[in-house]
């Protein structure tokens, strides 16, 4: 059982920057995937936003490219996601997603809001 909690979602103004963590409650070199996702604003799916394989490179949703990076702490064992250059169309919750012994886990979300 992995138990995934989120942090650092608030609101921002357009233009502004948000770090979000994600801290694991398992030593992360276990873990075969990890990855941010955002539920699709309007509708209940999830998309991806960023994503990184174990001893991968990260990968990006086209929307958040250049914008958007995934990186990990294993000493505080934390996924993060820095957000910078922030638009509304960014705000939704988001959610952290790693994949351990070929189980998907979720975190609960976290709100990011953009607006002026």
């Known amino acids: 059982q992995v138990q995934l909690v989120e942090s650092g979602g608030g609101l921002v103004q357009p233009g502004g920057s948000l770090r979000l963590s994600c801290t694991v409650s398992?030593?992360?070199?276990?873990?075969?995937?990890m990855g941010w996702y955002r539920r699709t604003p309007g509708k209940s799916a999830r998309e991806l936003v960023a994503?990184?394989?174990?001893?991968?490179?990260?990968n990006y949703a086209d929307s958040v490219k250049g914008r958007f990076t995934i990186s990990t702490d294993d000493s505080e064992n934390t996924i993060n996601l820095q957000m910078s250059n922030l638009t509304p169309e960014d705000t939704t919750v988001y959610y952290c997603?790693?994949?351990?012994?070929?189980?998907?886990?979720w975190g609960q979300g976290t709100q990011v809001t953009v607006s002026s």
């Open positions: 994503s990184i394989f174990s001893g991968g490179q990260p």
């Open positions: 398992i030593n992360m070199f276990s873990l075969e995937y």
């Open positions: 997603n790693v994949l351990f012994h070929r189980t998907n886990y």
